[in-house]
């Protein structure tokens, strides 16, 4: 193997590293597509975060300073989650695909400070999806990728043992549990529209796939020594897409923040909430070109091989991509070690933990992992 067969194991490895250490802290979607096959996995994955500013010695100040709380379970998807969220990529993005079966992780952490409440939301749906293959033959397939950018508005209740009824799509749906009497007066403030902002918003991850960077591997080889790929009968070219570098032909890619205040028993409160840039990964069996349909949704036309004349990416993989990808990962680091930076300091003052109910969440607490960016920053 040449340097730059090394050269790509190395970059196609560290997308893939980018998009796991990254996992907390920015909207996920990570999905592997064959066309030789009828369904496919799914990772998508809401991330929020939410600052209360209120006056340090209030009476939201004496409630909340030095405590954290926790809600987390691991449930399966019910009807009601997977319905709802098939029926918006069918009416937004006017798509085929359908969810099949899926399983959640709920994560809502509240941590304490004197003059504020910092919140953070993380919800993870692995699901199967079907339907993604919109036209087949021998040799080329036609594969729908518009309903990436689907956007879950409608409210998404679960039914737990220990939490009673959860609104998991929504920052309200935490303080129900929690506050119910401060999920009310925030309800009833200007900070309603951010309270009820869905979480599951894949808006982002619907950047013109000519905005992606893009990696080919003409001949599998690379792909299949780096063991992050598995051959497909037929292919053994790779196509990978990947979006959340900033740069000036893709564009700036930064954290969507809203702010507004609200009034809360005679105080003053301040609402900031947060969405981190997209980090996304889409990877198809085949070489693939990407296209826009006649209802201008993006599509990828798939072959098993590449076609005569692709400049393989074996015969000299450009310098300018392994820089752009190195940046992508950098700001990756800086953002997490931003984002995690205010929690740990919080963590060092002496705090009471207060878990809801006795017993523990459905599906066990959700362990705290030693991989970076992994879990709640809380």
Same mark, same amino acid.
């Given at each position: 193997?040449?340097?730059?067969?090394?050269?790509?194991?190395? @970059?196609?490895?560290?997308?893939?590293?980018?998009?796991?250490?990254?996992?907390?802290?920015?909207?996920?979607?990570?999905?592997?597509?064959?066309?030789?096959?009828?369904?496919?996995?799914?990772?998508?994955?809401?991330?929020?975060?939410?600052?209360?500013?209120?006056?340090?010695?209030?009476?939201?100040?004496?409630?909340? !300073?030095?405590?954290?709380?926790?809600?987390?379970?691991?449930?399966?998807?019910?009807?009601?989650?997977?319905?709802?969220?098939?029926?918006?990529?069918?009416?937004?993005?006017?798509?085929?695909?359908?969810?099949? !079966?899926?399983?959640?992780?709920?994560?809502?952490?509240?941590?304490?400070?004197?003059?504020?409440?910092?919140?953070?939301?993380?919800?993870?749906?692995?699901? $199967?999806?079907?339907?993604?293959?919109?036209?087949?033959?021998?040799?080329?397939?036609? @594969?729908?990728? !518009?309903?990436?950018?689907?956007?879950?508005? &409608?409210?998404?209740?679960?039914?737990?043992?220990?939490?009673?009824?959860?609104?998991?799509?929504?920052?309200?749906?935490?303080?129900?549990?929690?506050?119910?009497?401060?999920? &009310?007066?925030?309800?009833?403030?200007?900070?309603?529209?951010?309270?009820?902002?869905?979480?599951? !918003?894949?808006?982002?991850?619907?950047?013109?796939?000519?905005?992606?960077?893009?990696?080919?591997?003409?001949?599998?080889?690379?792909?299949?020594?780096?063991?992050?790929?598995?051959?497909?009968?037929?292919?053994?070219?790779?196509?990978?897409?990947?979006?959340?570098?900033?740069?000036?032909?893709?564009?700036?890619?930064?954290?969507?923040?809203?702010?507004?205040?609200?009034?809360?028993?005679?105080?003053?409160?301040?609402?900031?909430?947060?969405?981190?840039?997209?980090?996304?990964?889409?990877?198809?069996?085949?070489?693939?070109?990407?296209?826009?349909?006649?209802?201008?949704?993006?599509?990828?036309?798939?072959?098993?091989?590449?076609?005569?004349?692709?400049?393989?990416?074996?015969?000299? $993989?450009?310098? &300018?991509?392994?820089?752009?990808?190195?940046?992508?990962?950098?700001? @990756?680091?800086? $953002?997490?070690?931003?984002?995690?930076?205010?929690?740990?300091?919080?963590?060092?003052?002496?705090?009471?933990?207060?878990?809801?109910?006795?017993?523990?969440?459905?599906?066990?607490?959700?362990?705290?992992?030693?991989?970076?960016?992994?879990?709640?920053?809380?």
């Amino acid at each position: 193997m040449n340097i730059s067969a090394v050269l790509l194991v190395c @970059i196609i490895s560290a997308i893939i590293v980018a998009g796991v250490t990254s996992h907390a802290y920015a909207v996920q979607f990570t999905v592997f597509l064959s066309p030789k096959t009828s369904t496919a996995s799914v990772d998508l994955t809401g991330v929020r975060f939410l600052t209360l500013s209120y006056p340090a010695g209030g009476a939201l100040s004496n409630q909340f !300073n030095g405590k954290s709380q926790h809600v987390r379970f691991t449930m399966s998807a019910p009807d009601n989650v997977i319905s709802t969220i098939n029926q918006d990529i069918a009416s937004e993005k006017q798509s085929p695909v359908r969810i099949t !079966n899926a399983t959640l992780e709920y994560n809502g952490d509240m941590l304490g400070q004197a003059d504020s409440l910092l919140v953070s939301y993380k919800l993870d749906l692995k699901a $199967f999806i079907s339907n993604y293959v919109l036209q087949s033959s021998s040799n080329n397939s036609v @594969i729908d990728l !518009n309903w990436r950018s689907v956007i879950v508005n &409608q409210p998404l209740v679960v039914d737990t043992p220990n939490y009673g009824k959860v609104n998991i799509n929504a920052p309200i749906g935490l303080f129900q549990v929690t506050h119910p009497a401060l999920a &009310q007066q925030l309800l009833n403030s200007p900070a309603a529209d951010i309270m009820q902002d869905p979480i599951l !918003n894949f808006q982002t991850i619907g950047a013109p796939m000519d905005n992606w960077h893009f990696l080919f591997d003409p001949t599998g080889s690379i792909a299949g020594a780096s063991g992050l790929f598995s051959q497909q009968p037929g292919s053994r070219a790779v196509s990978v897409y990947a979006l959340g570098e900033s740069s000036l032909r893709e564009g700036t890619y930064t954290e969507q923040v809203r702010d507004a205040s609200a009034t809360v028993n005679g105080e003053t409160v301040g609402v900031h909430a947060s969405t981190p840039p997209p980090s996304a990964q889409i990877q198809i069996a085949g070489f693939s070109k990407t296209q826009k349909s006649a209802n201008g949704g993006d599509i990828a036309y798939v072959s098993a091989q590449a076609p005569a004349g692709t400049v393989t990416a074996t015969g000299g $993989f450009p310098t &300018q991509v392994l820089l752009v990808f190195g940046g992508m990962m950098g700001g @990756i680091a800086v $953002f997490v070690l931003f984002k995690s930076r205010s929690p740990k300091t919080a963590r060092a003052t002496k705090t009471h933990e207060t878990d809801l109910g006795k017993s523990p969440p459905v599906g066990g607490d959700a362990p705290r992992s030693g991989r970076v960016g992994e879990g709640s920053p809380f």
